[in-house]
């Protein structure tokens, strides 16, 4: 209550938990079931059973709780270290930080189980075989997603090599013909030099009584021929 004066006024907060979901909303019955799906497998690495139903209600052992408490703690960890807000709501619907025993995230699971059955999304007689078989088939799906990937990371590394070796035979080429320009400049250069030396070498003298002689010169002006 806040108050100035002779007026106060009251204000009312409601607190929520960022974990959890609105269920009114059909997306986040999808979110939902992705998040279980998740915190399943989280569950299966660690515990096995008849029955997924059986592993459910079935107490983990001392070294099970351990193994869980050193996935929980990484998992944590590796939230912690996310720099931005935008990293670290990115998962909110996966991963959440208050199952810290095995026990909390089997609770955790069966909370998400009872929603989602309300949903008609999961049938509990039937071992919840649709979100197992979910399950089975995003396993599938990662291993056909990998095996892509690794095929076209392959095919990538094998057109880098071939851009690599055009790369390289293109700029051999074009220092060759570079050479063969330069080469055939200096042969042009070369071949002018000599014709004019070998116009100069060509080049005749004669006198004027020579070329008068030869009907060439006829005569010169003011010079008499006798002076040729």
Known sequence: ???????STEFGLVLTNKWELNMSDESNIQAL???TKYLIVDLLKIQRGETF???LHTGASLQQQELYKAIHARRVAAENAKTSEVEKNSKIALFDPNDTTIELLKNHIIKNLQILEQH???????????VLTSIAKDICNQRKYRLRRKQDLKKMVATVERMNKKKKYYGEAVTYYQEYVKACVKQLIEGQKNRVKEIKRKT???S?????????????????VSSF
């Not at 999961?122 to 649709?130: A, L, S």
């Not at 004027?208 to 008499?224: D, M, R, S």
């Open 53 to 55: 139903t059986s592993i």
């Open 1 to 7: 209550m806040l108050g100035t004066g002779d007026k």
């Open 120 to 130: 008609k999304l999961v049938t509990p007689t039937e071992d919840y075989q649709e």
């Open 208 to 224: 004027a009584q020579k070329l008068y002689e030869k009907g060439i010169l006829v005569e010169i002006e003011k010079v008499p």
């Open 33 to 35: 079931f992705s998040k």
């Open 204 to 206: 005749a003298k004669y």
